[in-house]
T-cell receptor, first 116, second 116 residues
């Protein structure tokens, strides 16, 4: 099946620093990728939709200047958490939409961010 | 509005018991897609099934079966003869279609604990 990777899997950073998370579709092209956030024991909340070559569409309440998304190629989208604070600590999951086949989204393994 | 409700927060069963996870959805779309994902302790989401709204045929895959009923807006998931490895959080999701893309709306998840 389709594979989506995320890097890094875990990251610990100091408050005020920026962290970049990469999401790659390894064996298919993804014109659309999605970024979700999951707090402990809670559901996944969509943060933004990323379309290759265009600006990301953010969900209501998500600060676009804080969560920078770049989708520069058909296999790579990046999420940068700028000036991270402890409340940004969360599990970030990306998914990539495979437009071929059954138009199913495949999820990455997630990135656990801890901001000290 | 589109919404997915998983009323069961936690379920505990003993191995070999059958268990049904409930999912009720709300949507105004005439065409939509429903999904079930499994999230083991590792955090990675595992795709289980995708169901189109125009296909109400129930599906069985090994010990897993799904009952889709449009009349009650439900898409329930049954695990037969549960095993310890089935312990995970299970999410039901509805595909949202809008200008931004086709993101998924997730229920809050049901945590299944299977003991030996």
């Amino acid at each position: 099946g389709a594979v989506v990777s995320q890097h890094p899997s875990r990251v610990i950073c100091k408050s005020g620093t920026s962290v970049k998370i990469e999401c790659r579709s390894l064996d298919f092209q993804a014109t659309t990728m999605f970024w979700y956030r999951q707090f402990p024991k809670q559901s996944l909340m969509l943060m933004a939709t990323s379309n290759e070559g265009s600006k990301a569409t953010y969900e209501q309440g998500v600060e676009k200047d804080k969560f920078l998304i770049n989708h520069a190629s058909l296999t790579l989208s990046t999420l940068t958490v700028t000036s991270a604070h402890p409340e940004d600590s969360s599990f970030y999951i990306c998914s990539a939409r495979d437009v071929k086949g059954w138009d199913t989204q495949y999820f990455g393994p997630g990135t656990r961010l801890t901001v000290l | 509005a589109q919404k997915v409700t998983q009323a069961q927060t936690e379920i505990s069963v003993v191995e070999k018991e059958d268990v049904t996870l409930d999912c009720v959805y709300e949507t105004r779309d005439t065409t939509y897609y429903l999904f079930w994902y499994k999230q083991p302790p590792s955090g990675e989401l595992v795709f289980l099934i995708r169901r189109n709204s125009f296909d109400e045929q129930n599906e069985i895959s090994g010990r897993y079966s799904w009952n889709f009923q449009k009349s009650t807006s439900s898409f329930n998931f049954t695990i037969t003869a549960s095993q310890v490895v089935d312990s995970a959080v299970y999410f039901c999701a509805l595909r949202r279609v809008n200008q931004a893309g086709t993101a998924l709306i997730f229920g809050k998840g049901t945590t299944l604990s299977v003991s030996s």
